[in-house]
């Protein structure tokens, strides 16, 4: 074909086109020029080259261009080289590989295994035994817990009322105690009883005779009888106006613990309620004292040792039993167990710093792991897997062929 035989178009699409190619020829020829260049230089002179602003370009980039060819042929140029030093250096004969021949030692030597001794002290880092202090900020929250615990109580015994009612020379604690929980039925026994030996029907008492000795004196009988026997002694020597006063005090305290047992056994499924039942109500005053501050001293005794995160229910059990053992009478023992155990859990956590310490400490305490060889002693047979004391041995003495170097 003729240049002269050719249209206008045709002839403009096949200027492009050459052009396009010698463009391509020229680029090539640079980048090898320029590559060849690279290939002179040092990691740390291609690095400095790659991170260097080019003032022509930065307009370009600020508007979104591409990055630099140069840039890129860096990058691909140092990562190769990188990552191909590394290759390189890699040695063949590495642990678990199989010896090609048999080695002996060029002279004797004895090498530490970084290797074996730095897995050693890691595992005596992670084995070391945590080091735990005393967390006060949950200490705080279980004092507050048991406070709680503590005012649900006072509000639950100031709606019975309180034990003793009247004084222990008028009536024992005991009777007291059964008079004001007894059912209607057995109050009215109790009444029909007194107003018959009002009538004359029961024989008097001795008047030098006391509440406490006559509890004594009817071991067989029940608390409904001693409490008959109490009253018609206190009948016998009191005036009716007295004894009327002290039949009607005993009618409000069976009314306020009647209404404070039922309000108990609407709220037995309320958390704070649900370790007290009516029997916490045959605690006199002075015992749920004790029991109060009791609990407060063996809970400061179990917070000071420290209760360790994961600690099974059954020894935490035995530690507050041991405890109230000593503070607490043994009236109130079952319910302090029951409001000590709600209150009381885990109250240490790890100290980072003294851990750390510790684990410090104990990878310190391992002694680097020694190799030793005799010259002229086989460190790895023909045909034999080579072992870690083995690959220590080989590169120690230059052996591993590292880079491509070969054994002698």
């Known amino acids: 074909m003729h240049l002269l035989d050719i249209s206008q178009k045709r002839f403009n699409q096949l200027a492009r086109r050459l052009f396009g190619r010698a463009k391509r020829y020229t680029e090539a020829d640079q980048t090898r020029q320029f590559l060849t260049k690279i290939s002179k230089l040092k990691s740390k ?12 370009r930065r307009k370009s980039c600020e508007g979104g ?19 191909g030093h590394r290759l390189y250096n890699e040695p063949q004969l590495d642990v678990n590989t199989i010896a090609p021949q048999t080695i002996r030692a060029p002279e004797s030597a004895s090498v530490v295994d970084t290797e074996t001794t730095e897995t050693q002290r890691q595992a005596a880092r992670t084995g070391a035994v945590p080091v735990l202090m005393v967390d006060q900020a949950v200490n705080q929250e279980i004092y507050q817990t048991l406070q709680r615990l503590f005012v649900r109580g006072d509000e639950l015994r100031q709606q019975a009322g309180p034990l003793p009612y009247v004084e222990t020379s008028v009536l024992s604690t005991a009777t007291q105690r059964y008079l004001r929980q007894a059912q209607e039925w057995e109050w009215r026994v109790v009444l029909a009883s007194l107003n018959a030996d009002s009538q004359g029907t029961t024989a008097p008492r001795p008047q030098s005779s006391t509440p406490e000795s006559q509890a004594a004196g009817v071991r067989a009988g029940s608390s409904q009888q001693l409490a008959i026997i109490e009253l018609q002694a206190y009948q016998q020597n009191a005036s009716e ?20 047992a039922e309000e108990l056994e609407s709220t037995l499924k309320d958390e704070q309620s649900k370790f007290y039942d009516p029997s916490f109500f045959n605690l006199t005053d002075l015992e749920w004292s004790d029991a109060k501050n009791g609990i407060r001293q063996a809970l400061e005794r179990i917070l000071l040792q420290g209760v360790p995160p994961g600690l099974p229910d059954s020894v935490l ?33 790890q100290d980072p710093e003294q851990t750390r310490l510790l684990a410090d400490q104990a990878a310190e305490a391992v002694e680097p792991e020694i190799v030793e060889i005799r010259r002229g002693e086989v460190i790895t047979q023909a045909g034999e897997p080579i072992s870690q004391s083995d690959f220590v041995l080989l590169d120690h003495f230059g052996l591993s062929r590292r880079g491509g170097s070969t054994l002698g």
């Open 241 to 260: 106006e007295d004894f009327s006063a002290l039949r009607e005090v005993i009618s409000r305290a069976r009314q306020r613990y009647a209404v404070a």
């Open 317 to 349: 059990e035995n530690a507050v039993r041991a405890q109230l053992d000593l503070a607490v009478p043994s009236a109130s023992k079952p319910l302090a167990s029951k409001i000590l155990m709600n209150a009381v859990r885990s109250n240490l956590v």
């Open 65 to 83: 261009g591409s990055p630099s060819p140069i840039a890129l042929v860096l990058v691909v140029v140092s990562l190769t080289s990188a990552i």
């Open 45 to 56: 002179q291609i690095a400095a080259i790659a991170l260097r602003p080019n003032p022509l």
